[in-house]
């Protein structure tokens, strides 16, 4: 190889190690692009840019095996060229080495990434241009690359080598809290992970579609009946029960009855698999909830039946949790004068938190609960119950469901009346 040729091949891999530090760079900036990516419009790249700012680091991992790649060919070629033909003409070999070695970390290294970190959206739209056919050549050697990895660790590392242990929770929420200081996370992505983290408290109970919501139906009823509650069903799964709603038979996908062209329901329907209120939301994910949208149905102390839960609940309760639907009301609205507008969902501990109001009812966690549990019937809309510290009226009602109620604070007697 000439040095003509070997200059030439090297100026090519430096430029290549510029554009993949630079691209390094703007990765770690991609959060910061709405605007760009709003103007990238809808193409495959824009697709592309899209995917790198919705999880970053993800694709920092290509990026790196290539610049590892790059730097070790330069590395070896730039030793050829001043051992063999440089030395060859005269050079000394300790200046040009230092030369080269300065020149390749200024061009392919510091003002690739100077540039990247003030434009970081110009960078990634141009390497992803440049770098995207290069997939089908990295994808196979990076997976090839750690499986190597992972096999050489098993054959040289020590068994006796002791684990790092896991990061606990309190440490694990620590960094959180230094990440959103940082910027790098935003208020609702913060609450988001700690509702994710508080998953682990959660039991079936707090995340299941409540019996009065779901759509029943009887085995023993008409083919006409059966026919008109599938077809008008709100909910995509139905209960079908025996002799009365705790003698559950089966669940019924609507959609599926619906797409098989309405064949014979009895074809179609499932046995359930029923687990207690009080399992852990985690347990009902790893043993019950884990392939397909087949629901849970959940049992009461007594058996009988409580609820039902499948994997969007879960997901729901989280989303909702941490981040409410845009339009959606908040579960306790204040009307002034001590009335507060609430959710029938809403719950007593919740209450408490909010307006200090202790609302005691054994096994009961709702306050649509409550005024059932005290009326002992469904109510209609206008009845009261006093309780405790507060006057409670139903407000509304959705399929035997209390949708809203209104409290009132009772007045608190004050320091002269009380010493009357």
């Known amino acids: 190889m000439s040095l003509f040729v070997a200059s ?65 060919a330069l590395a070896a070629l730039g030793l050829w060229i001043v051992t063999g033909p440089l030395r060859a003409l005269g050079w000394n070999a300790w200046l040009t080495s230092s030369v080269i070695f300065l020149a390749t970390v200024l061009l392919g290294d510091m003002a690739p990434k100077f540039f990247a970190a003030r434009n970081p959206s110009v960078v990634l739209l141009g390497s992803l241009r440049l770098l995207h056919p290069l997939r089908n050549v990295l994808d196979p050697l990076a997976t090839l690359v750690d499986r190597t990895t992972d096999l050489l660790l098993q054959k040289f590392v020590t068994r006796h080598i002791k684990a790092r242990m896991p990061v606990t929770r309190d440490e694990f929420e620590t960094l959180v809290e230094m990440r959103q200081e940082q910027g790098l996370l935003d208020n609702d992505e913060s609450a988001m992970i700690h509702e994710a983290l508080d998953i682990e408290a959660l039991t079936v109970r707090d995340c299941m579609i409540p019996r009065v919501d779901l759509a029943l139906m009887s085995s023993e009823d008409p083919p006409q009946k059966i026919t008109a509650i599938l077809e008008k069903s709100a909910s995509r799964f139905v209960i079908v029960y025996g002799e009365t709603p705790d003698s559950v038979e089966g669940v019924l996908d609507t959609a599926a009855w619906k797409l098989a062209n309405r064949p014979e329901w009895r074809t179609l329907m499932r ?7 009080t399992m852990p939301v985690l347990e009902a994910l790893e043993h019950h909830l884990q392939g397909g949208e087949q629901p849970v149905l959940i049992a009461d102390e007594y058996g009988g039946l409580e609820g039902m839960i499948t994997r969007r609940e879960i997901a729901d309760w989280l989303l909702y949790e941490a981040a409410p639907w845009h339009g959606e009301t908040t579960e306790i609205r204040d009307l002034g004068n001590g009335r507060f507008l609430l959710d029938g969902g809403t719950r007593l501990d919740h209450i408490r938190e909010e307006l200090g109001v202790e609302l005691h009812a054994d096994g009961i966690d709702t306050i649509g609960g409550l005024v059932f549990n005290q009326l002992g019937h469904v109510p209609k809309p206008g009845e009261r119950i006093s309780i405790d510290d507060a006057d409670i009226k139903v407000r509304r009602i959705v399929r035997a469901r209390i949708q809203e109620v209104e409290l009132r604070l009772k007045p608190k007697p004050t320091a002269d009346a009380a010493d009357v």
Do not use: C, W
């Open 271 to 277: 046995t359930p698999a029923f687990v207690p209120e």
């Open 8 to 72: 030439l091949l090297y100026l090519a891999l430096l430029l290549l190690l510029a554009v993949i530090s630079a691209t390094e760079t703007a990765i770690h900036s991609a959060r910061d692009m709405e605007a760009q990516l709003l103007a990238a419009g809808e193409g495959a790249v824009a697709r592309k840019l899209r995917a790198i700012t919705a999880n970053p680091f993800a694709q920092l991992h290509h990026t790196l095996l290539l610049s590892a790649a790059l730097n070790l």
